[in-house]
């Protein structure tokens, strides 16, 4: 623009093509958004299944034998996962599995999914009928923000998966998924500050021998209980021992003849039965079972203080890199891409018509107001007001979808894709359905009839 404006004009400078270029409607709407802070108002949970998470990877282009996703479920508070193979993410085995889950570590008060078939079908939300506390909430269409958590837990899975194969020379992943979830849970978070069987269970996790404080020359050479008992006792002796030489070159008590049969007869005298020590040990189970537990609970309490100290400098640092936004100003929201055309503008243009008390902003266009309400890292702020207060109809809400079908210059639909798994040749087919060709981002198949 500046080379053309030169040949015709004088004295057109960059700051005003510039501002002219902020009055451009389309230029706004086809520009491409800044990139995204993090969520507003980080989600918190407050004890332990108060929330948690579930979501698939696909893994369809690497596939096990018949295994070909992997079930991520998360606790929200403790970041404690569980991994499940799946052969299909039919809502059947997805259900099936869940099941498996709630009957080993209880069902939560709310299940956060992603908007995939899998979890919205009817099969799943009967679950609530098994448990009637059991809340189904879906995260926002195709906004894994809301997801984060797991998601972010999603990356680290195939990182490790990737690692546990090139190591074991193994290609079947689906082997390598329970030693990938002992691995996750006894492996450090920053975001609790704590593994997360530590802050599930109140302990650190005990993998056989190893973790013990015997010497490794020692273990190797122990085959039997009888053998381990005997090390431990001697163990346990020599600790005894040492105290109570340690006390006796600090007191540097005398000790005589008397004193020592004096001190004889006294242990003799002690009663020495097998109830009072099986009382003893009982005593001392209780003791540990009792500790444990408050341990568990001092360290959920502590991951929850964590939690919200790392939404705070997740906040502080959104909103240094996110100014709010005034009343009546100008925003681009972006459009996804299978809601808008190959030709369609990147964004929609709207304003601000009221921000809430948590922080998100409810937004109107010249088609109505957007039902969803959004956060400041969804949407980029247009330097100059293209839109006012009097073409928004208040009266009328639409969804995004909605808007951007209705500013399309074509359907409105950027793409269809499907997953068949014959040769698309019926109306099972959704790219045969809306009479459009597969392409590549279809299935894998090459025996397919619409192409």
Not at 32 to 47: A, E
Not at 348 to 355: C, K, S
Not at 433 to 446: A, D, E, I, Q
Request: aromatic letters at 6%.
């Amino acid at each position: 623009m500046i080379k053309e404006l030169g040949n015709k004009y004088k004295n057109i400078t960059r700051s005003d093509i510039e501002t002219f270029l902020h009055f451009c409607e389309p230029c706004q709407q086809k520009q491409k958004g800044s990139k995204k802070g993090v969520v507003v108002k980080p989600i918190i949970s407050p004890d332990f299944n108060s929330r948690c998470q579930v979501d698939l990877i696909d893994f369809q282009s690497h596939p096990d034998g018949k295994f070909k996703f992997i079930m991520v479920y998360q606790d929200h508070l403790t970041k404690f996962v569980v991994l499940k193979p799946l052969e299909f993410k039919r809502a059947e085995e997805v259900a099936y599995n869940i099941i498996d889950i709630f009957t080993l570590l209880g069902a939560p008060t709310i299940l956060q999914s992603d908007n995939g078939r899998e979890f919205s079908n009817q099969i799943v939300s009967n679950l609530r009928n098994m448990w009637p506390e059991l809340k189904i909430v879906h995260g926002k269409p195709r906004h894994s923000q809301s997801q984060g958590s797991v998601e972010r837990a999603n990356q680290d899975i195939e990182n490790m998966l990737t690692t546990w194969m090139q190591d074991e020379k193994n290609r079947h992943w689906s082997e390598g998924l329970r030693f990938i979830q002992l691995m996750k849970n006894r492996a450090y978070h920053s975001g609790i500050k704590m593994s997360p069987y530590e802050a599930l269970f109140g302990c650190k996790i005990k993998i056989g021998l190893n973790t013990s404080n015997l010497p490794h020359d020692v273990i190797s050479t122990i085959e039997n209980e009888e053998q381990l008992a005997e090390l431990i006792t001697e163990q346990s002796q020599k600790v005894e021992n040492e105290v109570s030489a340690d006390t006796e070159h600090i007191t540097e008590q005398p000790q005589n003849i008397e004193n020592e049969v004096t001190e004889t007869e006294k242990i003799t005298e002690q009663p020495q039965n097998i109830e009072n020590e099986a009382l003893h040990t009982e005593q001392q189970l209780a003791t540990t079972i009792k500790l444990n537990n408050e341990n568990a609970n001092i360290m959920r309490t502590r991951a929850k203080e964590n939690l919200e100290n790392q939404a705070k400098k997740m906040m502080a640092w959104s909103d240094k890199k996110l100014l709010p936004v005034a009343i009546h100003s100008t925003v681009r929201v972006p459009v996804p891409e299978v809601d808008k055309g190959r030709l369609d503008a990147r964004s929609i243009l709207a304003i601000v018509l009221e921000v809430t008390s948590d922080g998100f902003y409810r937004l109107g266009t010249r088609d109505g107001v957007l039902k969803q309400l959004y956060a400041r890292s969804q949407f980029t702020v247009c330097q100059k007001k293209l839109l006012q207060i009097d073409e928004v109809p208040i009266e009328t809400e639409v969804a995004l979808r909605t808007v951007a079908k209705e500013q399309s210059t074509g359907t409105g639909q950027g793409f269809f894709k499907c997953i068949c798994k014959t040769k698309c040749q019926n109306k099972k087919c959704i790219c045969l359905k809306n009479n459009v060709l597969c392409t590549s981002k279809c299935h894998f198949s090459t025996t397919c009839c619409n192409k």
